[in-house]
Antibody, heavy 117, light 110 residues
Framework: QLQESGPGLVKSSETLSLTCTVS??????????WAWIRQPPGKGLEWIGS???????YYNLSFKGRVTISVDKSKNQFSLRLNSVTAADMAVYYC????????????WGQGTLVTVS | QSVLTQPPSASGTPGERVTISCSGG????????VSWYQQFPGTAPKLLIY???QRPSGVPDRISGSKSGTAASLAVSGLRSEDEAHYYC???????????FGGGTELTVL
């Protein structure tokens, strides 16, 4: 239902851009939020940020303003931009959905590995 | 260092019952629902438990979750080799205004 896409290789100091396409159901539904989560190789999960269909987004403060999440209702997609990447940003990036008002993520996309050179 | 603390590893023999703990605080677990995820190598996490103790359809009833105060736990009964995976807890943290995950527990079936 969710599929990440974007470059698998990003140069250090440049911007990482990924898109998540929602293939079943509408991203415009008000009863869901949409999220980006990442996992560095061999490590645990880290929430990056989330967005509602209205475009209201909120982010993990540890990213210090480097993150922007946006939604494109016409394409049933939401996107992630992470600026000024370093080697520490190398990870598998997942998109996921959650029910508004609750604290779980389901389903998840299959994930996409982003390497920083 | 994760906001939620999980043991890095757990193990059991087939048929045993194993529990995995997730310790937090009064800004996260105590105030908000906990979810649990199962992850096999090379695959995306899958929701295993939501709202502390609810199972999505398809998750067997030998899997259960509970929460008390600032801690949550996941129990796997009748352990099977197919349960070998990493398990993560997660919840919302009111102080951080964001989701937090545990560091993950690798479950081994001996």
């Amino acid at each position: 239902q969710l599929q990440e896409s974007g470059p698998g290789l990003v140069k250090s100091s440049e911007t990482l851009s990924l898109t998540c396409t929602v293939s079943r159901g509408s991203i415009s539904r008000r009863d869901f939020y949409w999220a980006w989560i990442r996992q560095p190789p061999g490590k645990g999960l880290e929430w990056i940020g989330s967005i509602y269909e209205s475009g209201f987004a909120y982010y993990n403060l540890s990213f210090k303003g480097r993150v922007t999440i946006s939604v494109d209702k016409s394409k049933n997609q939401f996107s992630l931009r992470l600026n000024s990447v370093t080697a520490a940003d190398m990870a598998v990036y997942y998109c996921a959905r959650g029910p508004r008002g609750h604290y779980e993520f389901d389903p998840w996309g299959q994930g996409t590995l982003v390497t920083v050179s | 260092q994760s906001v939620l603390t999980q043991p890095p590893s757990a193990s059991g023999t087939p048929g045993e019952r194993v529990t995995i703990s997730c310790s937090g605080g009064n800004s996260n677990i105590e105030r908000n629902d906990v979810s649990w995820y199962q992850q096999f190598p090379g695959t995306a996490p899958k929701l295993l438990i939501y709202r502390n103790n609810q199972r999505p359809s398809g998750v067997p009833d030998r899997i259960s979750g509970s929460k008390s105060g600032t801690a949550a736990s996941l129990a796997v009964s009748g352990l099977r080799s197919e349960d070998e995976a990493h398990y993560y807890c997660a919840t919302w943290d009111d102080s951080l205004s964001g989701w937090v995950f545990g560091g993950g527990t690798e479950l081994t079936v001996l």
